[in-house]
């Protein structure tokens, strides 16, 4: 399994980025898709995650805020994250597995990982 994360960036505080992940290979490797991040200094925690039949998870930090949606068709997952704030700073990883769950050290594949910054 191969994950290409894209759209991280620099965004002003209350703005919005819209994160892609794209996967190939064995598509039953990637029935759960999801995010983590960590921030500087920090662990990865767990930001949200979404099943192929589109049932969604969220981490309360983020509930609210972000969206996490995929298009099985074109087995990409994307994080819509709005009102974000400096504290959402951090490199994004995208994550599959055939369950995911919110442990990062749970067994899948990683993408490479996308920096967001909010700063204004």
């Known amino acids: 399994v191969q994950l290409q994360a894209s759209g991280g960036g620099l965004v002003q505080p209350g703005g919005s980025l819209r994160l892609s992940c794209a996967a190939s290979?064995?598509?039953?490797?990637?029935?759960?898709m999801g995010w983590f991040r960590q921030a500087p200094g920090e662990q990865r925690e767990f930001v949200a995650v979404?099943?192929?039949?589109?049932?969604?998870s969220y981490a309360d930090s983020v509930k609210g805020q972000f969206t996490i949606s995929r298009d099985n068709a074109e087995n990409t997952v994307y994080l819509q994250m709005n009102s974000l704030k400096p504290e959402d700073t951090a490199v994004y990883y995208c994550?599959?597995?055939?369950?995911?769950?919110?442990?990062?050290?749970?067994?899948?594949?990683w993408g490479q990982g996308t920096l967001v910054t909010v700063s204004s």
């Open positions: 994550k599959s597995g055939i369950l995911l769950t919110r442990d990062p050290g749970s067994e899948g594949f």
């Open positions: 979404i099943t192929r039949r589109g049932t969604t």
């Open positions: 290979g064995n598509s039953f490797l990637f029935t759960g």
